[in-house]
């Protein structure tokens, strides 16, 4: 599975921004889509999660009422939609998919990894 990562870009406080990630290869409807963050002084974070069968959602506490994971079966493809961006949401955002029944947080349960989009929020 190969996952493409695009929609990052430069955004004031308060903006918005939607993230794309579109899979291809051997994809599977048993597969958790997933995007994850990292900013230099931290270690990757979860923050958002979808079932490609079911469309069950998941979310980081830090990103509930402003992010929106969604999937399109059809087109392979997940977003994820940030409103009201803060400059702490600055960060390279990574799509991940994987395939487990449990944890959907958990960095290690995802087994395939797109390149990252860089999000810089300036305040």
């Known amino acids: 599975v190969q996952l493409q990562a695009s929609g990052g870009g430069l955004v004031q406080a308060g903006g918005s921004l939607r993230l794309s990630c579109t899979a291809s290869?051997?994809?599977?409807?048993?597969?958790?889509m997933a995007w994850f963050r990292q900013s230099p002084a931290k270690t990757r974070e979860f923050v958002a999660a979808v079932g490609w069968s079911d469309s069950r959602t998941y979310y980081a506490d830090s990103v509930k009422g402003r992010f929106t994971i969604s999937r399109d079966i059809a087109k392979n493809t997940v977003w994820l939609q940030m409103n009201s961006l803060k400059p702490e949401d600055t960060a390279v955002y990574y799509c991940?998919?994987?395939?487990?029944?449990?944890?959907?947080?958990?960095?290690?349960?995802?087994?395939?990894w797109g390149q990252g989009t860089q999000v810089t929020v300036s305040s």
């Open positions: 991940a998919a994987g395939r487990f029944t449990s944890k959907w947080a958990t960095m290690t349960n995802y087994d395939y």
């Open positions: 290869g051997r994809t599977s409807s048993s597969y958790k």
